[in-house]
């Protein structure tokens, strides 16, 4: 939904610019009518799920799927970071709670 949002927002930003001297013709969209296409379009794409619903168990399990590769990609960052920082790479934070007193 980000990247769609994203899209969204940055066609409507494009239309909103001037097309330049030369590229003025008949095919000029004002900004209004691109707003009204692009929430008729919105609105289409949000009832698709009503309409075919194995797009939507689809489309959710890629994303879940998705989720699941980047927590790994980051555990195996992390993994690999934790592994490769010296004592003097250490966070200041470590530092400090390994000096001060317990409680």
Known sequence: ????RTA????????CLPA???QQGAGNVGASEAFLAATGAISDI??????????CETGH???????????NGVQIVSDFLDENITDE???LD?????????V
Do not use: Q, T
Not at 1 to 4: E, K, L, Q, S, T
Not at 94 to 102: F, L, V, Y
């Open 46 to 55: 949000a009832n698709m799920c009503e309409r075919n619903p194995a797009v």
């Open 20 to 22: 330049g001297e030369n």
């Open 1 to 4: 939904m980000f990247v769609i």
């Open 61 to 71: 399990d890629v994303m879940m799927s998705f989720g699941r590769k980047a927590r």
């Open 94 to 102: 470590e530092e400090i709670s390994k000096d001060a007193p317990k």
């Open 89 to 91: 790479e250490k966070p």
């Open 8 to 15: 969204f927002w940055l066609s409507l930003v494009i239309l």
